[in-house]
């Protein structure tokens, strides 16, 4: 006689016994069983994260238990996805958008530049006359804004949706700082309150036609990257490293996330590789390279070795990111391209 389902019981242990039981997850809208992360929740942890209210927890339920007993259940059963992440149903504002390519750019640790990579990476794109927008994933960090010098809240579209502002370059990007009084103001929010917010940044933004959105995470494999590898279709994503041995540590355990989750890595950054004196002397000041070791465990090529540059530094304090000009920058770019046409 099968066992009584309930409440603390672990998702990943359920469906591990009873495969009958993942199609009813997801006909309760419940993705946690296509996540080897979300999946070692209990059933009521999932369904804090997804905002049941207990009457809709307690049918899951008895949906579960009638699944196993081979009864039927009041939902229609959905396959798991598979593969890339859960598309967002776009809301009415956003039919006519067309987004060709969602490139994450991921670390795992924080600090070693994930937000200046994309920043100048789609400053790079924006250059070789490609469509860019920007989603600013660090909810509670948020530095995309003010690196561009975007400022003041986004209007309602003529679609209906969110208008993203425009920086000087043309590169549309939305941040959660352009919604605060003050961009000092914390966000005091737990994990669901995140996800949701990146969620309506890439389904009810009135992005337009781009031909990337880089969207910019946090750091560490919890809430922001499961929701951006879950729920965005996610076309490749680029891991940021530097050469020191701990963020190494940390970064090898942002590739094994994004393995876990099936997403595919289209190549590795080594930020903060080296600095160049005026005289052309290179000092790595953060130890010598480990891009080696990290092409070898993603599997994915490495497209740029970046310097220190305190000039940068300037520029994206006073929102001007936009008008540095680095040959390695442009490398990393074309890099990038041909990647994903190698991909293809």
């Not at 795992?108 to 860019?132: E, F, P, W």
């Not at 992005?207 to 929701?227: E, K, R």
Request: charged share 20%; proline share 7%.
């Amino acid at each position: 006689m099968a066992e009584t389902i309930t409440a603390d019981m672990v998702i990943h242990d359920i469906v591990t016994k009873y495969p009958a039981t993942v199609k009813v997850f997801h006909g309760h809208g419940l993705p946690c069983t296509a996540c080897a992360v979300g999946a070692r929740e209990s059933v009521a942890g999932g369904a804090r994260t997804h905002r049941f209210t207990p009457e809709k927890l307690e049918q899951l339920l008895i949906d579960l238990n009638a699944a196993v007993r081979g009864e039927p259940v009041s939902v229609a059963p959905k396959k798991a996805p598979t593969g890339r992440g859960i598309p967002l149903t776009m809301s009415s504002s956003s039919v006519d958008r067309k987004i060709k390519q969602v490139i994450a750019i991921m670390s795992g640790k924080g600090g070693v530049g994930k937000s200046l990579v994309t920043g100048l990476l789609a400053v790079s794109l924006r250059r070789q006359g490609l469509h860019i927008g920007v989603l600013d994933g660090d909810i509670t960090g948020p530095s995309i804004a003010r690196m561009f010098g975007t400022s003041g809240q986004p209007a309602k579209s003529l679609n209906g949706g969110i208008e993203p502002l425009t920086s000087k370059g043309g590169i549309r990007v939305m941040s959660m700082n352009m919604f605060l009084e003050h961009e000092s103001d914390p966000v005091v929010w737990r994990g669901p309150m995140v996800s949701g917010a990146i969620k309506q940044f890439y389904n009810d933004v009135d992005w337009g036609q781009l031909d990337y959105l880089l969207v910019d995470l946090p750091p560490g494999t919890s809430d922001a990257p499961m929701t951006v590898l879950q729920s965005l279709p996610v076309d490749g994503i680029i891991i940021v490293s530097s050469p020191q041995m701990l963020a190494t540590m940390v970064v090898k355990k942002c590739i094994n996330m994004v393995r876990q989750l099936k997403g595919v890595i289209v190549g590795i950054v080594e930020n903060m590789a080296y600095f160049e004196t005026p005289d052309g002397d290179r000092y790595e000041i953060f130890g010598p390279s480990n891009g080696t070791e990290l092409v070898g465990l993603s599997g994915a090529p490495l497209l740029a070795q970046l310097p220190i540059d305190p000039s940068l530094t300037k520029l994206c304090d006073a929102g001007r990111v936009e008008e540095y000009y680095s040959p390695t920058y442009e490398t990393l770019a074309e890099n990038f391209i041909n990647t994903l046409k190698v991909k293809r």
